[in-house]
């Protein structure tokens, strides 16, 4: 982002607002009570957490959103996230299913055993090499490595 735009983003910070650098991301979620955002991915792994997120213009808005198109409209859409809406709250809930099967906190896990099981099985890639479209991005890209 641009500097300048960072400064502006830090000079809202305030007792009810905190600027987080990318490294204070995933605390700041488990944190905070709601999420103003546009059409970042981060919402998705806000829902994830059950909680009410707050966009601005988002291309595809939905029942599990609080969708605002008026800038004006920010204060009453924080505080209609902040209100229990059961409605909502299952919207919330049937995108998080939606979009994982999972929602245990155990993907890494899986992840790891599937790649120390493909490991262990001896298997092997078996595409045949692609020598010319290999060359053709290495010369698109400037990357040459010789042995």
Known sequence: MAPATVAKYRQLAGPHLEFCTNDQVIDAMH??????????????????LKKPVVTVNNRAPGPHLINITDPSHLQSAIGQALETDSDRQLAIDGYGTAITPYLDGRSAQRVYQATLQLLTSGWQD?????????????????????W
């Open 126 to 146: 078996r595409k045949p090499a692609n020598v010319f479209r290999n060359w053709k991005m290495r010369k698109q890209l400037r990357y040459f490595k010789f």
């Open 31 to 48: 944190r905070a009570d709601v999420m103003v955002c546009d059409n970042s991915s981060i919402l998705q792994e806000f829902l994830l």
